[in-house]
């Protein structure tokens, strides 16, 4: 299945390379992307957004301005429209980036910008000082007005009082410096906790970000997964593909690269990780579609979630996740991928 096969750019080269057509062949149609009709609603936020974010981590770090650019460019030609980044990505580079790409473009209007904040040297945590100076940083490193979906990141910062956050992010809203609010690195009882005191009249906690895949799926799927359900909660889980490893292209550890990542992906590629690649290449092959793109549909298949957050390397992999939300697995399919992760 290849619902996103060919896009301008493709057709333009074809053009070129088969300049002699026909006088009767069809005139081709030159329209936007087939994925600009794609699009879910984020929990109650009233955004609607693509149902796969555009993750910006490498950008800046692994992934050069022009790259990115590039990869941003592929996004948006096949009807994305939701770009999720972070204030400590490359230390504010991926924030410069997109910022770059948003101006040189022209399409703020159409993007649903999401950052994380919390995690940057300068402004860590998320107490109420170093929560103003980081989404200012971020706005001006970005060159935009306003941050659709602003995540708060506990990670670093589990003892600041939820409610002088929340109330420092009431007075954001009402500048208009963001528009809806998520969590990530929240455990289940503080997300309760955000409840409780949005019943109270704080802003209320819409969009949550976990990571979870078929390899990592033992944090979401108890008591967190329970409350975003009951919640009404829009799950827009990271690390959608474990740091590449489900797309399928690392299966020998001789040639994976050094470092962390390449230590990551060697600790996966065990009996429990091949058995999950082995599962994803039969439903590949079933559907003839890219593992990558099984590895998304399989996310988007689960309970309350909405749009997977995916980083890639190079535009050639944009096309194969996309593919992903145009792919509806059947129960047999999914029940198989579920099997062989346990």
């Known amino acids: ?20 057509v026909h006088p009767s062949a069809p ?9 600009e009709s794609i699009r879910v609603p984020l929990g109650e936020t009233g955004l609607d957004t693509f149902p796969l974010m555009l993750g910006a981590a490498e950008f800046g770090w692994n992934v050069d301005l022009e790259t990115s650019h590039a990869i941003l460019d592929r996004y948006v030609e096949f009807g994305g429209n939701a770009i999720h980044t972070a204030d400590g990505f490359s230390g504010g580079r991926s924030e410069h980036i997109i910022g770059q790409w948003l101006r040189s473009r022209g399409h703020r209007d159409r993007t649903v910008l999401s950052v994380r904040i919390g995690s940057h040297a300068d402004n860590p945590g998320l107490g109420s000082i170093n929560l103003v100076r980081a989404v200012e940083g971020s706005l001006t490193r970005l060159g935009v007005e306003r941050i659709e979906v602003l995540y708060l990141d506990a990670t670093l910062d589990q003892g600041t009082n939820l409610e002088d ?8 809203r009402d500048a208009g410096k963001i528009h809806a609010v998520g969590a990530f690195g929240f455990a289940p009882e503080r997300l309760v906790e955000a409840r409780i005191l949005a019943a109270a009249g704080y802003p ?3 969009v949550l970000d976990e990571p979870y895949n078929l390899i990592r799926r033992q944090t979401f799927e108890g008591d967190l ?3 975003a359900g009951a919640q009404g909660l829009a799950v827009t889980p990271s690390h959608a593909l474990e740091h590449g490893f489900l797309s399928g292209r690392h299966r020998s550890k001789a040639l994976m690269s050094q470092g962390v990542r390449g230590e990551q992906l060697r600790g996966h590629l065990n009996r429990r990780g091949i058995r999950i ?10 559907i003839s579609a890219p593992v990558a793109a099984v590895s998304i549909a399989w996310l988007l298949a689960q309970r309350t979630i909405a749009a997977p957050i995916v980083n890639t390397f190079a535009t050639q992999h944009v096309e194969e996740l996309m593919q992903g939300a145009g792919i509806t697995l059947s129960r047999t399919q999914i029940a198989d991928l579920t099997r062989a992760g346990n």
């Open 1 to 20: 299945m290849r619902l996103f096969s060919a896009g301008a750019a493709d057709q333009q080269a074809s053009a070129q390379e088969q300049p002699l």
């Open 27 to 35: 005139i081709p149609v030159v329209g936007p992307g087939v994925g």
């Open 165 to 172: 956050t929340l109330a420092t992010v009431e007075w954001l």
């Open 204 to 206: 209320r906690i819409e």
């Open 225 to 227: 997964r329970l409350v």
């Open 277 to 286: 690649l082995r599962a994803l290449d039969q439903v590949a092959t079933e």
